[in-house]
């Protein structure tokens, strides 16, 4: 079964830095484009970066592209985001997901998010 | 690249066939996939490239368009159904874009 596993979450202060952390099971990782998507408390998803299978190709989203790192240890199966000066618009649930391409029958490949974590929980709080 | 849903929310009875729509701020050609999410759950990929079927979900679901104009049909409406859906673009990234979610309850 393919499986993803965040932790790292948890309560910070407003200014604070956190490492999140992502295990991945079931399939072979290294082949794999990895990204983390948010979603603040009753509100719609957001990506937020990603990072290619060799670990040298990292793309963010531009709110969080002076703060946020993304980076991965194939040989630990895992991905990792580093959060610096995180603020209160940054709470909210963070999610690994594997962004996997798909071959449709025009013979092009489109890529899709298609296994989740259930997601840990950032809170950025005095 | 913004992406618009409608509508917002809506309601069906079990049974019932529901068209939600995506319209993209540019074309998108068919880099368009939906996911359905359940209330505490993470999401969950319905459709890839604008009307492919991900494996494992029910035909019940059927998703059309091409360019900047999208919609995801479903069938059948079962209580399983009941969630927010999501469409999302791939073809301009950075940034990947979600659109703002469009709940479905039971009436």
């Known amino acids: 079964e393919m499986q993803l596993v965040e932790s790292g979450g948890g309560l910070v202060q407003p200014g604070g830095s956190l490492r999140l952390s992502c295990v991945a099971s079931?399939?072979?990782?290294?082949?794999?484009?990895m990204t983390w998507v948010r979603q603040a408390p009753g509100k719609g998803l957001e990506w937020v970066a990603e990072i290619g299978p060799n670990g040298r190709d990292d793309i963010y989203e531009p709110s969080v592209r002076d703060r946020f790192v993304v980076s991965r240890d194939n040989a630990k199966n895992s991905i990792y985001l580093e959060m610096k000066y995180l603020g209160a618009d940054d709470t909210a649930t963070y999610y690994c997901?594997?962004?996997?391409?798909?071959?449709?029958?025009?013979?092009?490949?489109?890529?899709?998010?298609?296994?989740w974590g259930q997601g840990t929980t950032v809170s950025v709080s005095s | 690249i913004d992406l618009t849903q409608s509508p917002s929310s809506l309601s069906a009875s079990i049974g019932d066939s529901v068209t939600i729509t995506c319209r993209t701020s540019?074309?998108?050609?068919?880099?368009l996939q939906w996911y359905h999410q359940r209330v505490g759950e993470p999401p969950r990929l319905l459709i890839f490239?604008?009307?492919n079927l991900q494996t494992g979900v029910s035909s019940r679901f059927s998703g059309r368009g091409s360019g900047a104009d999208f919609s995801l049909t479903i069938n059948d409406v079962q209580p399983q159904d009941v969630g927010t859906y999501y469409c999302?673009?791939?073809?301009?990234?950075?940034?990947?874009?979600f659109g703002q979610g469009t709940r479905l309850d039971l009436k």
């Open positions: 490239a604008a009307s």
């Open positions: 999302q673009q791939t073809q301009s990234s950075p940034p990947i874009t």
């Open positions: 997901v594997r962004y996997n391409g798909f071959l449709e029958s025009s013979g092009s490949y489109y890529y899709a998010m298609d296994v």
């Open positions: 079931g399939f072979n990782f290294d082949s794999y484009h």
């Open positions: 540019h074309d998108i050609n068919i880099y």
